[in-house]
């Protein structure tokens, strides 16, 4: 891998819940998430409370902002993705050089990688590409265990400290290509409550990733 290994992977093996298109309401406004997911990102060692005294439910982690109905349409509509995770990582990150071609001279093996025909033909990006969204779906997979979520994204972040001159603003630059390759692969499925449902993952993914780089600082 290059310099700029970006959302370096591990494997954590994690199962999904039954597909489906787009099961959840959720909230249409995803500006939200970014508050709450910020709040959320710095306390992974928190416990998940109890469940209620006359509930017999488990209460929703307040480091997740998604409702459980929230979580159940994620996990279904990333099936579509998950069957489609080298295409959809090449695209991302083709996005992610058309609107930032300067991070194309932080990749050794992408350097040279110009044109878009280039990049979508390099065997290179296509393994790191697809390092990376194994590593998207190895933290969506486990939101429903949040200890786990929060473990795993912020290590990713925290490996990041060893790249010379990496920059935390860097983890945000994927946010708007992410969601561009996931609406690309979806089509029609990607409606707007899956792409808020999007939006809230992604954005607490990169704030836990952030997480992770800053206390590695210590």
């Known amino acids: 891998m290059g310099k700029f290994n970006l959302f370096k992977s591990r494997r954590m093996g994690c199962r999904g819940s039954k597909e489906e298109d787009d ?35 488990a209460q929703a982690d307040p480091r997740i902002p998604m409702t459980a109905k929230q979580k159940y349409s994620l996990v279904a509509s990333w099936k579509g993705i998950h069957r489609a995770l080298e295409p959809t990582g090449i695209l991302m990150f083709v996005k992610l050089f058309e609107e930032n071609a300067e991070l194309l ?79 690309t692969t979806l089509d029609e499925r990607y409606t707007e409550n899956i792409e808020n449902i999007y939006k809230i993952a992604i954005r607490l993914i990169i704030e836990t990733l952030v997480a992770g780089f800053e206390k590695a600082a210590g």
């Open 105 to 183: 001279d932080l990749f050794e093996k992408f350097q040279n990688l110009r044109t878009r025909q280039e990049q979508e033909e390099s065997l290179e990006l296509a393994e790191h590409a697809t390092m990376v969204m194994n590593t998207l779906d190895n933290a969506i997979r486990t939101l429903d265990n949040p200890d786990a979520f929060f473990q795993f994204v912020e290590q990713v972040g925290s490996t990041h400290r060893r790249i010379p001159g990496y920059n935390k603003d860097y983890f945000w630059k994927i946010e708007k290509p992410f969601l561009e390759a996931v609406k």
């Open 23 to 57: 099961a959840g309401g959720g909230s249409k406004n995803g500006g939200g998430a970014s508050g709450s997911a910020g709040a959320a990102a710095g306390g992974s060692t928190a416990a998940a409370p109890a469940a209620g005294p006359s509930s017999g439910v």
